[in-house]
C-alpha cells in the first residue's frame, strides 16, 4: 500500500465548477500537510498548507484535513481556466529528534477547466 | 536570476554518456534537495543537503552522483544511465531543512526533462 494515495485524474470541468481533490494516507504519524500546484513545464508551487486537522480557506481555495480517516481535500470555488494545472498532496509527520520533517508526496491530480 | 534555475532543461543522452544537471538558487536557502518525477508516480526524493552536508541519499542508484559546493549550488552527475531514467528531475530548496524551523515550504525550479537513448 502507497503511503498517500491520489487520483491522477485527469479530472475535466467548465468554468465556475466546484472541484474537489482529494488524498487518502496511510501513515497516522502525519501532521502536516500541503497542497501544491504545478503548471505545465514548472516546478510544483506551494498552495496550501495546514497543520492536523481542520479547514483553512484562502480565497477561492479550501484546505480541509481529517485525521481520524486519513483524509484531505482542496475545493477550488468559482474554477477558473488559469485553475488547470496538476495538483499534488504533500504531508510530513514532523521534525523529531535526528529526523526532518521528510515530505510525501501524492502522485498528483491532473485537472483542466474549460471555458 | 530569482528563485531557483536549472540547466539545461532538456537533455538528451546515450546509456554511455556522461553529463550534469546544475540547479542554482537565489533565496538564500540552506536545503536542497533532488527529485525525480515520471509519469503517473509521486515524486520520488533522491538526495537532500543541508549546509552543503548531504543527509538523505534515498537508496538512489550509484549512477546518480550528487555535489553540493555551496549553499546555493546543487548538481546531479549522470553516468551510464538506463532508459527507466528518462523523467523530470526537479531541484528545491527551503530556508532550513523541512521541519526544522516550523516551515515545510520548498521552492521547486522547472526541472531538467531527461531522456536516455
Known amino acids: 500500500q502507497k503511503e498517500v494515495e491520489q487520483d491522477p485524474g485527469p479530472l475535466s470541468v467548465p468554468e465556475g465548477a466546484i472541484v474537489s481533490l482529494n488524498c487518502t494516507y496511510s501513515n497516522s504519524a502525519f501532521q502536516y500537510f500541503m497542497w501544491y500546484r504545478q503548471y505545465s513545464r514548472k516546478g510544483p508551487e506551494l498552495l496550501m498548507y495546514?497543520?492536523?486537522?481542520g479547514n483553512k480557506e484562502d480565497g477561492r481555495f479550501t484546505a480541509q484535513v481529517d485525521k481520524s480517516s486519513k483524509y484531505i481535500s482542496l475545493f477550488i470555488r468559482d474554477s477558473q481556466p488559469s485553475d488547470s494545472a496538476t495538483y499534488l498532496c504533500a504531508m510530513s509527520a514532523g521534525a523529531g529528534g535526528t529526523s526532518y520533517g521528510k515530505l510525501t508526496f501524492g502522485q498528483g491530480t491532473i485537472l483542466t477547466v474549460h471555458p | 536570476e530569482t528563485g531557483v534555475t536549472q540547466t539545461p532543461r532538456h537533455l538528451v543522452m546515450g546509456m554511455t554518456n556522461k553529463k550534469s544537471l546544475k540547479c542554482e538558487q537565489h533565496?538564500?536557502?540552506?536545503?536542497m534537495y533532488w527529485y525525480k518525477q515520471s509519469a503517473k508516480k509521486p515524486l520520488e526524493l533522491m538526495f537532500v543537503y543541508s549546509l552543503e552536508e548531504r543527509v538523505e541519499n534515498n537508496s538512489v542508484p550509484s549512477r546518480f552522483s550528487p555535489e553540493c559546493p555551496n549553499s546555493s549550488h546543487l548538481f546531479l552527475h549522470l553516468h551510464t544511465l538506463q532508459p527507466e531514467d528518462s523523467a523530470l528531475y526537479l531541484c528545491?530548496?527551503?530556508?532550513?531543512?523541512?521541519?526544522?524551523?516550523?516551515?515545510?515550504?520548498?521552492?521547486f525550479g522547472p526541472g531538467t526533462r531527461l531522456t536516455v537513448t
Open positions: 495546514t497543520y492536523s486537522s
Open positions: 528545491a530548496s527551503s530556508h532550513d531543512l523541512e521541519g526544522a524551523s516550523g516551515t515545510y515550504e520548498q521552492y
Open positions: 533565496l538564500g536557502h540552506n536545503a
